[in-house]
């Protein structure tokens, strides 16, 4: 309801008009829709104005709110985000010298496993970044979600390292046949999506170049998932398939655990990160600073995996001490970030720290 309480007019002049007092028959029914379509543009109009009206205000209330509280959250989990943060600076470092390394000898573009793993090496620190922006905002299940997606992409890596060209081919290859059945999907919804279909020139495009791909493969591809990844390896067609094959599959709880939160299926409200300190049931609409720990030591141990892989390809003995220099540090995470939990929560019960308070 808007500010004006116009919805709470409309319903009180309608009962006025009428007397609803009586039994409600279809005539009197018939008034009230009569009566309603009246005015109903009217308090729609109304509410709009009286929602413009108010936002800036409301915003900026809203807005600082979230300032004070991620000031709060970022003190709360202050020494793991300087270790995460670290790990990331880190790894872009090694990863940027490395690159940089491979272009010098032309690695990428006579080495299809390292031309993968280049392409997979700057995504997983993007979607790093994109953890850590999620945490400082209080979303430690968005956080998890986003894990899920540095997970895959570490599997993916360890699997194409360990399988060599092939594997990496197939993974590079995929994109054309993901492309094509996206197009041909936009296609068939475009109209009632209000979106630009695909000209015929263009899906002729998307089947040339899989065709192109196919006789790379050596092997035809339906068009439907079985040219997207994983699928197009055939004898690993599943994500737990890949994970077991490069000896992740003890992982594989952790992912689930992750997938649960991307999907829509049903879940308590009690049962999410964000509330994992809680003593009364709550439905979490916003931020949260409580259930960090899972998400910071995940992802340190992620960017661990994801690290060796990519300098293992391409081994020197500067490149083996890195790498064991980021696993200790990755392997610290979990006993700052549960560090940092429990001393602040333990602050806050002695009325010491205002880490916790709104």
């Not at 995460?84 to 390394?101: F, I, P, R, T």
């Amino acid at each position: 309801m808007d500010e004006d309480g116009s919805l709470s007019v409309l319903q009180s002049s309608i009962a006025a008009s009428l007397d609803l007092s009586e039994t409600v028959d279809g005539e009197t029914a018939r008034k009230v829709a009569e009566l309603f379509e009246l005015v109903r543009e009217d308090c729609k109009n109304s509410s709009i104005e009286s929602y413009k009206k108010s936002a800036a205000g409301n915003l900026a209330n809203t807005r600082e709110d979230i300032k004070g509280f991620e000031e709060r959250n970022f003190s709360r989990w202050n020494p793991a985000f300087d270790r995460l943060e670290m790990l990331w600076h880190v790894a872009q470092e090694l990863g940027e010298a490395h690159g940089k390394d491979v272009q010098l000898r032309n690695d990428e573009d006579n080495n299809a496993s390292m031309a993968a793993l280049a392409h997979i090496y700057p995504k997983s620190l993007l979607v790093a970044q994109e953890i850590i922006c999620l945490l400082k905002g209080g979303f430690p299940d968005g956080a998890l979600t986003r894990w899920r997606s540095l997970h895959e992409l570490s599997v993916t890596a360890m699997y194409i390292a360990k399988h060599g060209e092939g594997a990496a081919i197939q993974y590079l290859l995929s994109f054309h046949f993901s492309a094509r059945r996206a197009a041909h999907q936009m296609n068939k919804h475009s109209k009632r999506a209000g979106l630009k279909s695909f000209s015929a020139e263009e899906i002729k495009e998307f089947d040339e170049r899989c065709a192109q791909a196919e006789r790379f493969l050596g092997r035809s591809i339906e068009k439907n998932k079985d040219g997207e990844w994983p699928k197009i390896t055939i004898s690993h067609p599943t994500f737990a398939h890949v994970e077991e094959s490069v000896g992740m599959n003890h992982w594989r709880p952790w992912y689930k655990w992750a997938s649960s939160y991307t999907h829509a299926n049903h879940r308590p409200a009690d049962k999410s990160l964000g509330l994992s300190e809680t003593t009364a049931p709550i439905n979490l609409v916003g931020a949260s600073n409580s259930g960090f720990v899972d998400p910071f030591q995940l992802t340190a141990l992620s960017l661990a995996q994801l690290v060796s892989t990519y300098l293992t390809h391409s081994i020197n003995l500067d490149r083996i001490v890195y790498i064991d220099v980021f696993r200790e540090l990755a392997n610290e995470m979990a006993d700052i970030a549960i560090e940092a939990e429990r001393d602040s929560k333990q602050n806050f019960e002695m009325g010491n720290d205002h880490a916790l308070k709104e």
